[in-house]
Nanobody, 126 residues
Framework: QVQLVESGGGSVQAGGSLRLSCVASGYYSDYCMGWFRQAPGKEREGVAFINSYSTTTYGDSVKGRFTISRDNAKSTLYLQMNSLKPEDTAMYYC?????????????????????WGQGTQVTVSS
């Protein structure tokens, strides 16, 4: 069973920055990893995704502002969020999918992930 624990959320003014972290159990380097977010009354949205080889892709709304990265030695996923906007306000979730032998693809749909963290709240005020 994979366990994911997010941290780093909080409240920030527009234009500010936050860094989210997600610590995973298990053989972390074999995981496809992603960040999703969900605002009240809205569907879950894919934010950023990374494979075992640190190839990345991003949702259109965060390109150029957010950076996803991973530290396999620390079993930790990061999301550096810069130039935050009020519309970035949401609960942010870390997600993982185990691929034996390593994850070479990039998966941006929530249905592609079997393991989810509990979420960390990000609030951006104008």
């Amino acid at each position: 069973q994979v366990q994911l624990v997010e941290s780093g959320g909080g409240s920030v003014q527009a234009g500010g920055s936050l860094r989210l972290s997600c610590v995973a159990s298990g053989y972390y380097s074999d995981y496809c990893m992603g960040w999703f977010r969900q605002a009240p009354g809205k569907e879950r949205e894919g934010v950023a995704f990374i494979n075992s080889y640190s190839t990345t892709t991003y949702g259109d709304s965060v390109k150029g502002r957010f950076t996803i990265s991973r530290d396999n030695a620390k079993s930790t996923l990061y999301l550096q969020m810069n130039s935050l906007k009020p519309e970035d306000t949401a609960m942010y979730y870390c997600a993982a999918q185990l691929v034996i032998g390593g994850c070479s693809g990039l998966y941006s749909a929530a249905r592609d992930y079997n393991y989810w963290g509990q979420g960390t709240q990000v609030t951006v005020s104008s």
